[in-house]
């Protein structure tokens, strides 16, 4: 995984240890494949979503807050802020997404710590590519820039070719998903009532090959007295846990807990590290126009 090297260490590095800093930035960035809408491809796959499910799904641009999960644990990190927004637009022949994400570490001794990231992407309605391009900002300690693209050959190969940090091409899983496909693949998993999906994803925002995911699937919620058209229909809980390419073991790096409604819409969202949860509450939620392409 490449990372920019930090600067000078202060005597409050410590305090706010990197590797919960790195984690953090890589979780909410992996929100993107869970609280963004989207529509079915039309590629064969060893998974194929429906076209009855992507129906239903709903555009929108949304506002999370960030914060702390409970009270502070014995870790370093005594509070959290921050916040996720997001926008999605039909493109006509593909999707963009544009999405930014804060969040704020704080340390028992009231010192913090941000990382600040910008992620856009689009991804081909057919399925054939995905392109994408991350910024990130972890303040003192540095920054990070990753471009490029997924193309899917018509005999099935995918490759992700990187132009930043640096030149390089990486030959991913002939099943994998890009953030999109996974998004309805899941949802078409809990349409028909299973409860367990596992997928390999590539959505272009660490320096590394495909990971992989695996999802359990609760079951349907029906909210009570919600005024929000958008998320008044049922939700179901959904635990996702994220798995690096060099995770070999039964432990994820990661787990995010996810209440999912059918048109593709995240009410709420937890983000569980090792020494800490982040809970992701929606403030602010506005559906947008289908384009007439």
């Known amino acids: 995984m490449g990372q920019a090297v930090p600067g000078k260490p202060r005597d409050s590095d410590h305090l706010v240890p990197p590797e919960p800093r790195e984690d953090c930035l890589k979780a ?41 999960k409970g009270a502070p644990g014995s870790n370093d990190v005594s509070a959290v802020g921050g916040q ?17 994400n804060l ?16 992620m856009t992407t689009w991804e081909a309605k057919d399925g054939s590519s995905f392109r994408f391009i991350v910024n990130k900002d972890y303040g003192a300690g540095g920054g990070e820039a990753l471009e490029g693209r997924a193309q899917r050959t018509p005999s099935g190969a995918v490759t992700a070719i990187f132009t930043a940090p640096d030149e390089v091409e990486m030959e991913l899983p002939v ?59 049922p939700y179901w809980p959904v635990r996702l846990a994220f798995y690096g390419p060099e995770n070999k073991t039964e432990s994820p790096d990661y787990e995010l807990a996810v209440d999912l409604h059918e048109n593709g819409i995240a009410r709420r969202l937890e983000i569980h590290f090792k020494e800490f949860t982040v809970d992701v509450a929606l403030q602010r939620l ?7 392409c």
């Open 175 to 233: 099943d994998v998903m890009f953030p999109s496909q996974h998004t309805i693949a899941l949802l078409d998993k809990i349409a028909a009532g299973e409860k367990f999906f596992s997928a390999a994803l590539f959505d272009g925002s660490e320096f590394e090959p495909a990971g992989f995911v695996s999802a359990a699937i609760g079951l349907e919620v029906v909210p009570e007295g919600e005024e929000e058209p958008l998320i008044s229909g």
């Open 103 to 118: 969040m704020i570490l704080e340390s028992a001794e009231g010192l913090t710590r941000s990382v600040d990231s910008t």
């Open 84 to 100: 996720m927004a997001f926008e999605w637009r039909d493109a006509c022949d593909g999707w963009a997404i544009n999405q930014r």
């Open 28 to 68: 909410v960035l992996k929100l993107t494949a869970f609280v963004f809408a989207a529509v079915v491809v039309q590629w064969a796959t060893p998974l194929p979503v429906d076209a009855a499910t992507a129906s239903q799904i709903v555009p929108h641009k949304a506002l999370y807050r960030l914060s702390l």
């Open 286 to 292: 506005e559906g947008l126009p289908r384009d007439g």
